[in-house]
């Protein structure tokens, strides 16, 4: 079946350095990928929609400059959460949907632990 | 807003039984509900869709229904087993967007 990868799994950085997470679909074109933060015991609330060839849309309350969504092929979508604070240490999750209309299967990746001390 | 509520944080049964998961959201009827599997420090793994005009689904031992009327699904497991044990997330796409919002899942957990 479809796949969709993240890396890297897990990241420790220092409070005010930058972090790039990856997100690719493996074996399927993406035109649009979705990227959620999910935090401890919480369930997983979408922060934008990654698309490709265009700039991401965010979600009320997402800081665009914050989080920085770069979609450069069809096959791969990076968020870059610039300048971390530990209130940014949460589980990042993207997801791409195989097809379009809303009734294909969409594919979550692994996830991204992220920790800013 | 839409809001969803899951019935319950936690679900404890015994092996062999059939686990019911609720799902309640306000608001209007999603075009899609999804129901995802997520185990710890994993991303969610889709399980079942059904459609706003459909009322059953079943995928081998799974089950999903959908009440646009009490704005309710209910997700089951037949003869479970523990592994099934995780935690189960209700996820409304509004308007075949693939924009999910998601509950906040149920933790459920077979005893041998």
């Known amino acids: 079946g479809a796949v969709v990868s993240q890396h890297p799994s897990w990241v420790i950085c220092k409070s005010g350095t930058s972090v790039k997470i990856e997100c690719r679909s493996l074996?399927?074109?993406?035109?649009?990928m979705f990227w959620y933060r999910q935090f401890p015991k919480q369930s997983l609330m979408l922060m934008a929609t990654?698309?490709?060839?265009?700039?991401?849309?965010?979600e009320q309350g997402v800081e665009k400059d914050k989080f920085l969504i770069n979609h450069a092929s069809l096959t791969l979508s990076t968020l870059t959460v610039t300048s971390a604070h530990p209130e940014d240490s949460s589980f990042y999750i993207c997801?791409?949907?195989?097809?379009?209309?809303?009734?294909?299967?969409?594919?979550f990746g692994p996830g991204t632990r992220l920790t800013v001390l | 807003s839409q809001k969803i509520e899951q019935n319950s944080e936690a679900l404890n049964i015994q092996e062999g039984k059939t686990a019911t998961l609720t799902c309640n959201y306000t608001?209007?009827?999603?075009?899609?509900l999804q129901w995802y599997r997520q185990d710890p420090g994993r991303g969610p793994v889709f399980l079942l869709l059904?459609?706003?005009?459909?009322k059953e689904k079943r995928k081998e031992r799974l089950k999903v229904t959908f009440d646009t009327t009490l704005k309710q699904s209910l997700f089951h497991i037949t003869a479970s087993q523990p592994a099934d044990s995780a935690t189960y997330l209700c996820?409304?796409?509004?308007?075949?967007?693939?924009?999910?919002?998601f509950g906040s899942g149920t933790r459920l957990l077979v005893r041998p």
């Open positions: 997801s791409a949907p195989t097809g379009g209309g809303g009734t294909d299967t969409q594919y």
């Open positions: 074996d399927f074109q993406a035109t649009t």
């Open positions: 990654s698309n490709e060839g265009s700039k991401a849309t965010y």
């Open positions: 608001n209007y009827s999603p075009a899609y």
């Open positions: 059904i459609r706003e005009n459909e």
């Open positions: 996820a409304l796409d509004m308007d075949s967007s693939y924009k999910l919002i």
